[in-house]
C-alpha cells in the first residue's frame, strides 16, 4: 500500500471516517459519532461526510447513511491524490 495523498482541505477526521466506512461497508453519522478513534460529534461527522461526498470519496445510502465509494477505497490504498478530487467548499457540500 502506497502512502496517501491527502488534500488541502481534508482533515485527519475524513481519514477515520473513510477508514470506518470501509471496515463496516456503510454507516451513520450517529454510529460513528459513539467511534472513539473519531472522538467528533455527530454533526461534525455528517459535515465531514458531505465534504467526502462532494469529493467522490463516499456516497449517501439515505439522508442518514454513508457507504465509501472506490474512489474512496482507492485514496485509502495511496492510488489517488485527492487534490485532482473536486474541491468541497462550505458553500459546495452542504447545500
Not at 12 to 34: K, N
Not at 47 to 55: H, K, P
Not at 67 to 76: A, D, F, N
Not at 80 to 92: C, G, K, L, N
Request: aromatic share 8%; hydrophobic share 35%; net charge negative.
Amino acid at each position: 500500500m502506497s502512502p496517501r495523498k491527502s488534500a488541502l482541505w481534508m482533515q485527519q477526521l475524513d481519514d477515520r471516517i473513510l477508514e470506518h466506512l470501509d471496515e463496516e461497508g456503510w454507516s451513520s453519522p450517529r454510529v460513528m459519532a459513539t467511534e472513539p478513534d473519531l472522538d467528533a460529534s455527530k454533526g461534525r461527522i455528517r459535515e465531514r461526510c458531505e465534504f467526502l461526498v462532494y469529493a467522490g470519496f463516499a456516497a449517501p445510502l439515505t439522508d442518514t447513511m454513508y457507504e465509501i465509494t472506490r474512489w474512496g477505497q482507492l485514496y485509502l490504498e495511496g492510488e489517488v491524490d485527492a487534490e485532482h478530487q473536486p474541491r468541497p467548499t462550505v458553500e459546495r457540500a452542504l447545500r
